[in-house]
């Protein structure tokens, strides 16, 4: 059985930090594209910043230079760095992990709450 468990969010003021973390398990990990998506209430699942088996890296716009992305395969993790947070990274962000079009997993996801 699959299953991706998030850890990290809460209530943090803008210019502040938070750091997500989700553990894998029922997969191979290390093959997997992993990356973390988000969703603020009225809009639609975003892409935050994925990275690759490779390690290769992707980055939505609007947190280039602020977020970080990275991954631990012995210990079934990805992590994302949040520096400089905003009001509008308020949303619920979620894991996910994909290994070609068949195999897509999603974590059920964790609060991000950025005040003013």
């Known amino acids: 059985q699959v299953r991706l468990v998030e850890s990290g969010g809460g209530l943090v003021q803008a210019g502040g930090s938070l750091r997500l973390s989700c553990t894998a398990s029922g997969i191979t990990f290390s093959i997997y594209t992993v990356g973390w998506y988000r969703q603020a209430p009225g809009k639609q699942r975003e892409l935050v910043a994925d990275i690759s088996s490779g390690g290769s890296t992707n980055y939505g716009d609007s947190v280039k230079g602020r977020f970080t992305i990275s991954r631990d395969n012995a210990k079934n993790t990805v992590n994302l760095q949040m520096n400089s947070l905003k009001p509008e990274d308020t949303a619920v962000y979620y894991c996910?992990?994909?290994?070609?079009?068949?195999?897509?997993?999603w974590g059920q996801g964790t609060q991000v709450t950025v005040s003013s």
């Open positions: 996910k992990c994909q290994y070609s079009w068949s195999y897509d997993y």
